[in-house]
């Protein structure tokens, strides 16, 4: 796998922390988090259940505030920002999939997918966009049905056509496939990458599947909080497997 | 966001469940139609007066006065009439009338008028349809009220006899133009001329009646110039004209229509509730949507927006449906007071509060889900990934941000609830009273739920294993999320406490008027009496009577001078000064029954000197001291009496005394007496009959028809105030209903286990039963107990009387709040038992 040529860092992490309190435990989900992530990069967050790896997707999206530490995303540092202005940069910078969809049950198909257009004040023709991605993702007849309509593949190529509405350049994903079966679940993440690749967005995807990993440029595995390996895609091809993570509950 | 897509976002949610927000409007339109009712019919009666304002007084201008006028003051208020138009005067007392067919008198309203002019605006409506001066041609002839005619069993030919003369009845009075103007209320009305009037002799020096001077201007007359005019020439004179549309009415409905207003309010207050409960519920639920939301770019007043449009549209929902409900309510309200205020005129319907009922169930509704749209600033979008844990590092900041919005809101609500209840009551201290009163309530009521709550979970759980199932699941679901349990006991204990404290009040001062009223004295009330020494001889030679006549002598004086200084020179106010140109004299033989001995001492018994004794008060108003030298002047006749004595009323003193002197020292004055006697219940008629054959002019009272009169003014009252406490009951309701329907979807994924389990659908309806009955008896419990407070509170404050813990009040409101819990309760579970276990759970 050839990597791209990335440029200065979009994403920049200076020790990260975050402690959980849920009195009277006291939990560290991060300790000390340090890494950057060029423009462009596809990056796999990997570990066990338990590790860290969707709370600090959360963080990089400044969905949760840090306990201490640093995060700058596209030269702005989110650490202390409000939390408008959090979602104000959110509906600009960030495309977002989750593993259970996350769609407004509300709104139809295409009224999903204008959403961030709506709340970003996305400059172009938001519609015509729309429609571009529900043909891409193959759901131009299910435009108009709502979520409690469509199957779990149709509702997370829907979030996915969501996320690349506004043009973002950086995508974050939290286990897209992880509610699919295999071929649903190959599916989506062939159309990922390949809007992926046609929208040049920097992919950040956090999952427990090593074998969805091996598509990333970069993984940086996470345990008990700390990264444990931050591995480049030329490298992983001459070290030895790495030990299987434990699947999560 | 669009406001477009706000709207599609938060009409979608509204439409995907119908059954949870048509609770919310029903909550808000209960408020809103016993508001706008209310004070609809306040608008409307206040506009009626406004534009029959002539009609209503039958003139121009009207004048008032009470007791004795003299021929001085009638040729200047007709020397008046001359100058600025016409006058004519009006006379009304009330009196004993007796007929052919009836032996027992009947206490009648005379009112005397110049039937060639009177009325000048309006139009009274008499059968057979003939002028007024021809039916009043002389001195003896009257028209009646259909009331009258029934009662006495006379009609038009008949006579009835009036201060011991005889009177033709000429015709039936349909309607009179200026009954709500009248001195002496309703009653049956008999209506003469004044030469007939005369002939009674029923108006002496010292009767009841009041005098009216009723004008009809001339164009362009300057009314201020002839109130003026009017008021130099009387000491005390009420006076109204056409541009104030019956003052003393529209003062009268505007106190009770705020009265009633506040009392609406609560269920207003209440419905509100209901609604912040239910968005409260519907927010937890959409929680994930907002941080979905929030996650992809939504910003904080975004999200709100849509759940801003939601409140909005459910309150203007609810005030619509409240305001057409409130046309109802304004409509039946002319028959809920109808004993309030007799011979209510034809009140139109009033749109014009409409808007504002409106306004106010929005506004309403906005203030009370302020905390819930506030705390969708405290949703993180993290949610999506995971729930229930806190920041460590920011916990303590958090914390007070969290509550934040809870108390800003409660801020808001405070004080827009205040500035409601100041503008419904157009008074800032009631306002504060009633808001202060309710904010009250409403804590002691939540501190008292709270703690019946905490003890009856502590009870189970100390008696866990004895309780049989159906109780421990039943309680168990008391404390399921989402159950709001807290609030709805509030919510209907609210209800419940409103109209137990008014039947408890009611009760009490129907008591208090039986027990320390004027019946301690006897049952038979004796008024105008001229001659003492006869009539209690004649009374007391009837069979039946069973105690000594007790009669009270009072004259009307004039104070002349104290200590030589005239009353002109003395440093009085102008209005007390006036006081003292009619002021009342009591007599009494000793120290009467009611009053306590303050300073001085009181006159021997048949002391024949004049001599003084005041009230405490009117010792304070008049500047008195002991030693000082009283002039008075009575029919004419001055007398000087040193202050002997001061003394201190007691509420319950059955004569208001306020200065007294020896009865013997007024031998020879126009002095009339009042008083009462005690008489068997059977032998009252025919002792009635003995007096009103011998002396005409006398009043006489049964007891137990006044007792009846103030029992149904009392019952009115408190009628029209339960017929609005009930609406904050049923508020209560809808409120336990929406609750139980927002736990729906819980109850059935419950009944559907239970009956895998092997529960019979008698063993869970038997769970849910125990769970209303309880939140039902709990909420009848707090709101007795808090009545029964209030009302000793009141009882303590205001009727100077002890009231007993009215235990029986107690065992009613819980099994009463507890039935109807069960019915709310069972309504919004509709089918939940009939659901197929397999295809609940299947949908999981």
């Given amino acids: 796998m050839q990597a791209p040529a990335f440029q200065t860092g979009v994403i920049e992490v200076n020790q990260l922390w975050k402690v959980i309190e849920n009195p009277p435990n006291r939990v560290e989900i991060l300790r000390n988090i340090t890494f950057s992530v060029p423009r462009g990069q596809f990056l796999a967050i990997m570990g066990a259940s338990g590790s860290g790896k969707s709370t600090l997707l959360g963080l990089l999206a400044g969905l949760d505030t840090v306990t201490s530490g640093r995060i700058v995303l596209d030269k702005t540092d989110i650490t202390n920002l409000r939390e408008d202005n959090l979602a104000r940069l959110r509906g600009r910078k960030i495309g977002f999939v989750f593993q259970s969809y996350q769609l407004v049950p509300t709104l139809t198909a295409e009224e999903n997918i204008l959403l961030p257009a709506e709340l970003s004040g996305y400059q172009g023709d938001a519609r015509r966009r729309a429609k571009d991605l529900l043909e891409r993702v193959g759901l131009t007849n299910r435009a108009h049905h709502y979520p409690i309509q469509l199957s779990g593949g149709e509702q997370q190529r829907v979030a996915l056509a969501r996320a690349f509405v506004t043009q973002p350049p950086i995508l974050m994903t939290d286990e897209p496939t992880g509610n699919l079966d295999s071929a649903n679940g190959q599916h989506v993440l062939d159309l990922l990458l390949q809007l992926n690749r046609e929208e040049e967005t920097t992919l950040i995807l956090v999952t427990h599947d090593r074998q969805l990993a091996e598509y990333a440029d970069r993984i940086l ?29 | ?187 049956m009305r008999v209506l003469m001329s004044r030469a007939g009037l005369d002939r ?48 003393v009415v529209g003062r009268a409905v505007d106190s009770t229509t705020t009265f009633l207003s506040l009392v609406s309010l ?275 030679s009837q069979p039946g009577v069973t105690s000594k006549v007790q009669l009270v002598g009072y004259t009307v004086s004039r104070m002349l001078s104290k200590n030589g200084v005239p009353v002109s020179q003395l440093r009085l106010s102008r209005e007390r000064r006036n006081d003292l140109q009619a002021v009342r004299i009591t007599t009494a033989k000793s120290l009467p029954d009611g009053i306590n001995l303050a300073n001085g001492a009181w006159w021997p018994p048949n002391c024949a000197q004049p001599q003084l004794a005041v009230s405490d008060e009117a010792q304070r108003d008049y500047h008195l001291h002991l030693g000082d030298r009283v002039e008075f002047q009575v029919a004419g006749r001055a007398f000087t009496a040193p202050l002997v004595a001061t003394f201190h009323r007691e509420q319950r003193a059955p004569v208001r005394y306020d200065l007294v002197v020896p009865q013997k020292a007024l031998e020879g004055l126009p002095i009339t007496y009042y008083g009462a006697v005690h008489v068997k219940p059977a032998d009252i008629p025919r002792v009635e009959e003995a007096v009103f054959e011998n002396f005409p002019t006398v009043t006489v009272m049964n007891l137990a028809d006044v007792l009846n009169r103030i029992q149904e003014a009392v019952d009115q009252v408190a009628l029209v105030v339960r017929f609005l406490a009930g609406f904050a009951i049923l508020a209560g309701v809808i409120i336990l209903s929406s609750s139980v329907a927002g736990t729906r ?96 759970l299947r949908a999981e």
């Avoid at chain 2, 121009?60 to 001085?72: F, M, R, Y």
């Avoid at chain 2, 130099?232 to 541009?243: A, C, E, G, L, M």
């Avoid at chain 2, 003890?455 to 199932?469: G, H």
């Fill in chain 2, 266 to 540: 609560i269920a207003l207050i209440v419905g509100s509730l209901g609604v912040a409960m239910a968005m409260y519920s519907h927010l937890q639920q959409r929680m994930d949507t907002i941080a979905v939301m929030k996650a992809i770019g939504a910003r904080a007043n975004q999200v709100m927006q849509i759940y801003l449009l939601q409140t909005l549209w459910l309150g203007i929902a609810g005030g619509v449906i409240g305001v057409g409900v409130g046309a109802a309510v304004q409509r039946s309200f002319p028959w809920l007071i109808h004993r309030i205020f007799a011979l209510l005129p034809i009140v139109p319907w009033d749109w014009s509060f409409t808007l504002q009922g409106m306004s106010l169930g929005i506004l309403a509704t906005l203030l009370f889900t302020l905390p819930p749209l506030l705390s969708i600033r405290n949703v993180r979008p993290s949610l999506v990934f995971r729930r229930n844990m806190s920041d460590a590092s920011a916990e303590s900041r958090k914390h007070w941000q969290d509550k934040l919005p809870g108390w800003i809101g409660a801020a808001l609500i405070f004080g827009g609830f205040y500035c409601i209840a100041v503008w419904l009551s157009r008074s800032w201290l009631m306002g504060s009273y009633f808001i202060g009163g309710l904010a009250a309530s409403l804590i002691a009521l939540g501190i008292v739920a709270a703690m019946l709550l905490f003890f009856m979970r502590f009870l189970v759980r100390t008696w866990n294993r004895r309780l049989p199932p159906s109780f421990r699941h039943g309680f168990a679901n008391i404390y399921r999320p989402g159950n709001q349990a807290r609030s709805v006991l509030v919510a209907l204990g609210v209800g419940v406490m409103f109209t137990l404290t008014t039947y408890l009040l009611q009760r009490t001062v129907l008591r208090q008027v039986v027990s320390e009223g004027p019946g301690r004295e006897g049952n038979l009330f004796l008024l105008d009496v001229r001659d003492a020494s006869s009539i209690s001889r004649l009374i007391e």
């Fill in chain 2, 745 to 840: 979807y819980r109850r059935i994924r419950e009944v559907a286990i239970l009956k895998t389990l092997g529960a019979t659908k008698s063993r869970i309806s038997g769970i849910f039963s125990i769970e209303f009955s309880i939140l039902g008896a709990i909420a009848g419990l707090v709101g007795a107990i808090l009545a029964n407070v209030f009302t000793r509170i009141v009882a303590d404050r205001f009727i100077d009387t002890n009231v007993d813990f009215d235990w029986p009040s107690l065992v009613v409101a819980m099994v009463g709040t507890a039935l109807l819990a069960n019915l709310a309760g069972w309504l919004a579970s509709a089918h939940i038992l009939d659901q197929r276990p397999l295809e609940v």
């Fill in chain 1, 221 to 249: 595995t996470l345990h008990d909080g700390r990264i444990l390996r931050d591995e480049m895609a030329e490298r992983r091809v001459s070290e030895p497997e790495l030990p299987e993570p434990q699947v999560e509950a």
């Fill in chain 2, 200 to 247: 009674t002799g029923l108006i002496q020096f010292g009767s009841r009646a009041a005098q009216r001077f009723l004008f009809k201007l001339r164009p362009g007359i300057n009314l201020d110039a002839l109130k003026s005019a009017i008021k130099h020439s009387f000491h005390r004179v009420f006076i109204s004209d056409y541009r104030e549309g019956s003052p």
């Fill in chain 2, 1 to 187: 966001m669009s406001f477009t897509t706000a709207s599609k976002i938060a009409w979608r949610e509204l439409r995907a469940a119908p059954a949870k927000f048509l609770f919310v409007v029903l909550a808000v339109a209960v408020g809103v139609a016993a508001l706008s009712g209310v004070k609809g019919f306040g608008y409307a009666f206040r506009g009626m007066l406004l534009r029959n304002a002539k009609q209503l007084i039958a003139a121009d201008l009207q004048a008032q006065t009470w007791g004795n006028i003299s021929p001085e003051q009638i040729s200047r208020m007709q020397q008046l009439g001359s100058q600025y138009g016409e006058m004519t005067r009006v006379t009304e007392t009330i009196s004993m009338a007796g007929s052919g067919k009836l032996r027992v008198p009947q206490m009648v309203s005379v009112k005397a008028i110049d039937p060639i002019v009177y009325p000048y605006y309006g139009t009274l409506k008499i059968n057979p349809d003939k002028p007024l001066c021809d039916l009043l041609r002389n001195d003896s002839s009257v028209v009646v009220t259909p009331e009258l005619e029934l009662r006495m069993k006379v009609s038009p030919g008949d006579t009835i006899r009036l201060g011991g003369k005889e009177f033709l009845v000429a015709g039936t009075i349909l309607s009179e133009p200026d009954r709500l103007a009248s001195g002496f209320g309703p009653g």
